[in-house]
């Protein structure tokens, strides 16, 4: 409840890129009793969001989105160093994302979420080649790959990425998850580009990094096979899936 009081009035003021009453509302939650994973699960990420739709709606300029959306990771940058630290817990992400700053943000958070859990992460923010990708992964072995926040135009390069890796194969069980972006607004699309897990925010983007099983490569091609035998059945009754 304390959050949800004083989420407007950040939201308010993050839009009129007033720095200085944004750290004194954070201070503000802090003195209310509010931790910092509580600050980016319950203000952060949603003012975020929030100012992402509105730009999208085009209810807002690019000078607005951009000067929120500083302040937001200005914000996060102070706020990482408080989070509290599990011990290491052997687990690993790769992290990468659309080049755009928000989605810089959003990927950044779900980073810092993880180290606090005992992660080994590594972030390698957007426009990172395929085939760097594929030498980290395989460098790495990381127990999941998180792409972050990818826009519409971007879906079929996504596809393509999760295509070499999984030809390459370089670490079989590693999950691939999605979050944010096109797929947390389009219902099944992270399924047809053959991804593992799919994430609509930042706590069950953690939730299911944390409890996701390894990948099951022999359980995953046989799906794969079930799909593409369904296809010809599909098109010849001229069904609309």
């Not at 810089?104 to 080994?120: F, K, N, P, T, Y």
């Amino acid at each position: 409840m304390v959050l949800e009081n004083l989420n407007r009035a950040y939201v308010e003021n993050l839009l009129a890129g007033n720095r200085r009453i944004c750290r004194a509302i954070i201070q503000q939650a802090f003195a209310q009793g509010a931790s910092p994973a509580e600050l980016y699960e319950n203000l952060l990420w949603p003012a975020m969001e929030h100012v992402a739709r509105l730009w999208k709606e085009d209810r807002i300029n690019r000078a607005t989105e951009q000067l929120a959306t500083r302040i937001n990771r200005m914000i996060a940058d102070q706020l990482q160093s408080l989070l509290a630290s599990a011990e290491p817990c052997g687990r690993k992400a790769l992290l990468l994302c659309a080049p755009h700053e928000p989605e810089e943000l959003g990927a950044q958070m779900i980073c810092d979420m993880l180290e606090a859990r005992g992660w080994e992460v590594y972030f390698l923010g957007g426009g990172v080649p395929d085939d760097e990708v594929l030498m980290l992964v395989g460098l790495h072995r990381p127990d999941v790959l998180i792409i972050y926040g990818t826009r519409p135009e971007n879906t079929p390069a996504i596809r393509g990425l999760i295509d070499n890796i999984r030809h390459v194969d370089p670490c079989p069980e590693m999950n691939i998850m999605l979050a944010g972006g096109i797929f947390a607004r389009t219902d099944g699309l992270w399924n047809e580009v053959k991804a593992d897990l799919c994430a609509s925010d930042l706590r069950e983007a953690i939730e299911m990094a944390c409890t996701a099983e390894p990948r099951n490569p022999l359980v995953a091609a046989s799906t794969l096979r079930r799909r593409r035998r369904r296809r010809p059945v599909m098109e010849v009754a001229g069904a609309v899936i």
